[in-house]
């Protein structure tokens, strides 16, 4: 079975304040990705990495950056948090047959 | 750029009845498809997808999805629903070498 773990299932921060999201995945596979779900609007991609230190941005980069140390882990950071980066977190991870598999989903509010 | 239109945004059925769920997208080149679900309180999971071959798919709990390439559309349908269908239901698309677009979601309401 896939395993896609999230740091928290939910997070309450104050405004400005630096967050940090992550995802580990068991399975070896290259890609990860993080995206937020919000309602009405489907999935939107932030990030993704294809590799160990490879990050590229995905539709909405703005206010976050990524980092990817291992290959196993892929850290979301939000700099400042603002109230509008209140939102359901989802980290995914695909192999080369193109199927993504998702984590719980971090469910983060900004005060 | 590609994009995924879902017809519905909230389907309520009763239990046993059928169920069509309509998923568009707009992509001229060769696509891979997926529909995924999310239970209330639970992470979105693969329900089905089409890469290539028989347009018709299946997929887990009876969900069956048909690849109708002229129409751009890729429809999930169930013939007998249950209360535990009660879901978000999200299509999605992949063109080679580009990232997932997913659609706004469908939520499903079957009641007892």
């Known amino acids: 079975d896939v395993k896609v773990t999230q740091s928290s299932r939910y997070l309450v921060k104050r405004t400005g304040e630096k967050v940090f999201l992550e995802c580990v995945q068991d399975?070896?596979?290259?890609?990860m990705f993080w995206y937020r779900q919000d309602p009405g609007l489907g999935l939107r991609l932030i990030y993704f990495?294809?590799?160990?230190?490879?990050?590229e941005k995905g539709d909405i980069p703005e206010g976050y950056s990524v980092s990817r140390e291992k290959k196993e882990r892929f850290s979301l950071i939000l700099e400042s948090a603002s109230t509008n980066q209140t939102s359901m977190y989802l980290c995914?991870?695909?192999?080369?047959?193109?199927?993504?598999?998702f984590g719980p989903g971090t469910r983060l509010t900004v005060l | 750029a590609q994009s995924v239109s879902q017809h519905n945004h909230h389907v309520i059925l009763s239990e046993a009845a059928s169920l069509e769920l309509g998923c568009n997208y707009s992509?001229?080149?060769?696509?891979?498809l997926f529909w995924y679900v999310q239970y209330p309180g639970q992470h979105l999971q693969l329900l089905l997808k089409?890469?290539?071959?028989?347009?018709l798919v299946k997929g887990i709990k009876g969900f069956e999805a048909e690849f109708i390439k002229s129409k751009f559309s890729f429809n999930l349908r169930k013939p007998s629903v249950q209360w535990s269908d009660t879901a978000e239901y999200f299509c999605?698309?992949?063109?080679?070498?580009?990232?997932?677009?997913f659609g706004p979601g469908t939520r499903l309401s079957v009641l007892p």
């Open positions: 995914a991870i695909s192999g080369r047959a193109d199927t993504q598999y």
């Open positions: 399975m070896d596979h290259e890609n």
């Open positions: 990495s294809y590799d160990v230190k490879m990050k």
């Open positions: 992509y001229g080149g060769t696509v891979n």
């Open positions: 089409y890469f290539s071959g028989d347009p």
């Open positions: 999605a698309v992949n063109a080679r070498g580009q990232n997932f677009v």
